[in-house]
């Protein structure tokens, strides 16, 4: 029963890994892109942050589809959108269209980051929820390494014309993606949202026969006490999960992790690497940030999540204090080292914590539209960073730049450590119980 849930994870887990890949991948061909077009900054920048912008959206409205359609069928559609992008961009003869393209990607990526997780953790048993939940983060990071990687071998294949080949290796996964989700069922928590029950047993009891009945009567009951799946998320009993999953995913971007993503290559060779070095230590964030999150999906559930969270705040403060002093010396000999601290820290924590943390603090009536709510805040941030970071970058220089991020992680780290509940272990209706008010 536990090879169904880990089989179904896996697969709609692969949405994490396209994820990761459309986040990371344009990083290798953002310099010919605009060399090809000729580029200003501005365009520069809006043509780095488009996909973004498209993320943006699909998360803000992830949960439509997501609660009229099903989770599955919403999956099915953002793997339409994944295969679409990748042979459009690819493809595109122009920047216009190369636009349109990325955006669409975009719009996958926002709302796989509502819909995937918000499938495995209605799925899984509150014992591995949280490593169910977490494989999703761990393939987004798969993905991240598997773009740096697939980058720095592809470059100069095609000549000037490498960066198609880096954009459209993606349709690969996307396709197979697609094809696997045929094999899933549908979530038993939306089947009961939606009158039947039925159904909804017959997949708890794929998962376990023994607790099958008592699962259902339990949702059943709790959904009893809900006002109806079109109830205002605003409303005054979700207040405590909304401010705590807003916080969260605002501090997850306030790390400064997209910039440093996005524009890994350029910041090694603001430190003096040639450009092969720094696609090459580009790959090595990919590899730490794979290691660590690997790491922390395999000790979230003993350890919990507000643990995993203590530990990564204080680690990122200390790696962005540690870079940003670097930057003001001009002594940038152990700014890679630095780098790859920082990394392994948030990868430990907010990397591996967000999307299960924000999946487990809202209630049926809702949850669709407390994890588009905690998306949308992630990815509007993520945006507006990767969009200005930049420009920031070179009117504050390097030093400022990092040391407003490590002021951020001691916002964060007070956050942890004043705010946030402690959800492991629990079932998702025990933990609507301690967060929602009544």
């Avoid at 796989?112 to 918000?118: N, R």
């Avoid at 697939?150 to 197979?176: F, H, T």
């Avoid at 350890?303 to 204080?314: H, Y």
């Avoid at 942890?416 to 008010?437: F, S, Y």
Wanted: aromatic letters at 12%; proline letters at 4%.
């Amino acid at each position: 029963m536990k090879k169904n849930v880990f089989f179904w994870s896996v697969v709609v887990a692969l949405g994490g890994l396209l994820f990761g890949f459309d986040t990371a991948v344009i990083s290798g061909a953002e310099k010919s892109v605009q060399a090809l077009w000729q580029l200003s900054a501005y365009q520069h920048g809006l043509t780095m942050s488009i996909a973004l912008i498209g993320t943006v959206i699909g998360a803000i409205f992830g949960s439509v589809p997501s609660d009229r359609l099903g989770r599955r069928t919403t999956l099915s559609w953002i793997a339409v959108l994944y295969l679409v992008s990748a042979v459009g961009a690819a493809l595109s003869p122009a920047w216009v269209p190369f636009m349109v393209f990325r955006f669409l990607g975009g719009l996958g990526v926002g709302a796989s980051s509502v819909t995937a997780p918000l499938y495995i953790s209605e799925v899984s048993p509150p014992a591995s929820r949280g490593r169910m939940v977490g494989m999703f983060q761990f393939n987004v990071v798969l993905g991240i390494l598997l773009a740096f990687l697939s980058n720095y071998l592809l470059a100069g294949v095609g000549g000037e014309q490498d960066w198609r080949w880096m954009l459209g290796v993606q349709a690969v996964p996307a396709l197979a993606f697609f094809l696997l989700l045929f094999r899933i069922p549908e979530s038993p928590r939306w089947l009961i949202r939606h009158d039947r029950p039925d159904e909804a047993r017959a997949v708890f009891e794929r998962i376990d026969p023994a607790t099958a009945e008592e699962n259902v009567s339990a949702i059943l009951v709790a959904n009893a006490t809900d006002q109806g799946s079109d109830e205002s998320l605003w409303a005054r009993p979700y207040r405590r999960p909304v401010i705590l999953a807003m916080l969260f995913a605002a501090f997850n971007q306030l790390s400064g992790i997209n910039a440093i993503i996005y524009y890994a290559p350029r910041i090694f060779e603001m430190t003096g690497r040639g450009e092969s070095a720094a696609l090459l230590s580009s790959a090595g964030v990919g590899l730490v940030n794979f290691c660590f999150t690997l790491l922390a999906v395999n000790v979230i559930d003993r350890f919990g999540r507000r643990r995993l969270m203590l530990v990564g705040s204080l680690g990122l403060i200390l790696t962005l204090g540690l870079v940003a002093r670097a930057f003001y010396s001009q002594e940038f000999g152990a700014v890679p080292l630095l780098l790859f601290a920082y990394i392994a820290f948030f990868a430990f924590s907010q990397g591996a914590v967000i999307w299960v943390f924000i999946s487990e603090i809202f209630p049926s009536a809702v949850r669709a539209k407390g994890q588009a709510l905690g998306s949308s805040t992630h990815w509007v941030l993520a945006a507006a960073i990767t969009f200005i970071f930049p420009a920031l970058a070179d009117k504050l220089g390097g030093g400022n730049t990092f040391a407003f991020f490590g002021v951020m992680m001691v916002l964060q780290l007070l956050y942890v450590w004043k705010l946030m509940p402690e959800t492991k272990g629990k079932t998702l209706e025990d933990a609507d119980k301690i967060l929602v008010l009544h």
